[in-house]
């Protein structure tokens, strides 16, 4: 079609077709870059850049069943979803539109719901990226009730979670992965960290109340009371936290590991002394 209405272009060598394509590109002249990429296409009907460019333009123009009609001819001639969308993706972070990346999944996923997961894969990555809490659990959701016991998915569900604050959330998410796989190394260091936060943070607690003498105990009961509370928090949520934290060490040692286990192993139910 663009041979008939620009007779001048078709006969010009397809790099300065290219050139052309480009500079049109690079001034947002999307509909000059489209006429541009479609006479491209007949010349190389295989080229995926050509039909990232001509996707992107599109969209920048708001025109759905133009980018359809790219990506359903791109289909035709082999070039796999994955490329096209990595380069939609590079691309429109490249002119700061990154907006056209998500708009051109969704209507994939629309138009073509055979590929649902295929694109759900990319928006949650994209979702992840732009720190998008709420959408990212939406799009794992739809993924986990696909494949409820993906690791990847259960992850990105907790990341979420936890962006929004939803700590016990978050946990419950990650005691999740652990009965999948009792050695996952992320899941390890969260549990880690959870218990050994929470610990702590009862043990100062214990400490704070024993100082604070508000509880009108004599005081070789008040002794033996708090140093039985600060004990048994060392038997539960600190020895959780080191056991967690040996597991993942075991999988992948690393100073951060180490450091944690030698500082939750110098705890003790010692109570502070009242000056």
């Known amino acids: 079609m663009c041979a008939t209405l620009f007779p001048a272009l078709a006969e010009m060598p397809y790099r300065t077709v290219l050139r052309k394509a480009d500079d049109h590109f690079a001034n947002e002249e999307w509909r000059e870059a489209i006429a541009m990429y479609d006479l491209l296409l007949e010349r190389r009907p295989s080229r995926v850049k050509t ?22 001819r791109s289909e035709k001639q082999g070039v796999s979803l994955d490329s096209l969308f990595s380069g939609v993706d590079a691309c429109s ?64 569900k907790a990341e979420a979670l936890l962006l929004l604050g939803a700590h016990e959330k978050a946990l419950a998410v990650q005691q999740s992965i652990l009965k999948i796989d009792s050695l996952d190394f992320d899941a390890n260091v969260f549990m880690g960290c959870y218990y050994a936060m929470k610990g702590r943070e009862k043990l100062d607690s214990i400490d704070e109340r024993y100082l604070g003498g508000e509880d009108n105990l004599p005081a070789s009961v008040r002794k033996k009371t708090y140093t039985r509370e600060k004990q048994t928090i060392i038997d539960t949520d600190i020895a959780r936290a080191k056991r967690y934290f040996s597991t993942a060490s075991h999988a992948r040692g690393n100073k951060y590991l180490s450091e944690q286990l030698a500082s939750l192993s110098s705890l003790t139910a010692d109570l502070p002394v009242i000056s």
């Not at 039909?51 to 359903?72: G, K």
């Not at 295929?118 to 928006?123: D, E, F, R, S």
């Open 51 to 72: 039909y990232v460019d001509a996707v992107v333009s599109s969209a920048m123009l708001n025109d759905s069943s133009s980018v359809m009609a790219y990506v359903v």
């Open 93 to 156: 972070r490249a002119i700061g539109h990154t907006a056209v990346y998500e708009q051109v999944l969704l209507l994939v996923k629309k138009e073509q719901p055979w590929f649902t997961r295929v694109a759900n894969n990319y928006l949650l990555g994209y979702y992840s990226f732009r720190r998008d809490a709420h959408k990212m659990i939406a799009i794992a959701d739809e993924l986990l009730a696909v494949m409820p016991d993906h690791i990847g998915y259960l992850r990105a």
